[in-house]
C-alpha cells in the first residue's frame, strides 16, 4: 500500500478513472470504491447496489452511493454479470467508509472480458501517479 496525500492505494489492484478499485479473483472481478472516493463523499448513509444476475458494463453506472453531502452513481469498471452482491454494506453502508478496500466491497462480477476491461483500467504504479496529479491540482 501506498499513501498518496493520505488517500491508500493498494496494490494487486486495477483502479479507473471513476475511482472503482478492481480486484481480480479466479477469473472474476471483485468492484469497490477506492479510499479517495469514501473519504470525498465522507459520511455514507445508503448504498443500492444490483441484484445477483444483473448485468453490467464498463463506464456505466450500477448503483447509486448517497451520503450526508451527495448522491454519487457508481460506474463499472467491468463488463459482465453480477454474481455475488455484499449485502453487509446494504445494511451497513458505513463499512465503506471504514473498510473500502476490505468488507466494504461491493459486487463480484463474472467478466464478459476481463483481459480488455483490465487494460482500460489504470495498474497500481499508474493509479499512485494519477492520484499524485489529481492532488497536486487540488
Do not use: C, H
Request: hydrophobic share 40%; proline share 4%; glycine share 8%.
Amino acid at each position: 500500500m501506498v499513501n498518496v496525500e493520505g488517500y491508500e492505494v493498494l496494490e494487486g489492484l486495477y483502479y479507473s478513472r471513476e475511482w472503482m478499485w478492481v480486484k481480480v479473483e479466479n477469473g472474476r472481478a471483485r468492484v469497490g470504491v477506492t479510499d479517495y472516493a469514501q473519504k470525498q463523499m465522507r459520511e455514507i448513509v445508503f448504498a443500492e447496489l444490483p441484484r445477483v444476475g444483473a448485468d453490467v458494463r464498463r463506464g456505466e453506472p450500477f448503483g447509486t452511493l448517497e451520503s450526508v453531502k451527495a448522491v454519487s452513481d457508481l460506474i463499472s469498471p467491468v463488463s459482465g454479470r453480477v454474481v455475488e452482491v455484499n449485502d453487509r454494506v446494504s445494511e451497513r453502508p458505513e463499512l465503506i467508509n471504514e473498510d473500502p478496500y476490505g468488507e466494504g466491497w461491493l459486487i463480484v462480477v463474472e467478466p464478459t472480458n476481463l483481459q480488455e476491461d483490465l487494460s482500460a483500467l489504470m495498474t497500481f504504479e499508474q493509479a499512485v501517479e494519477w492520484y499524485r496529479e489529481v492532488a497536486r491540482k487540488s
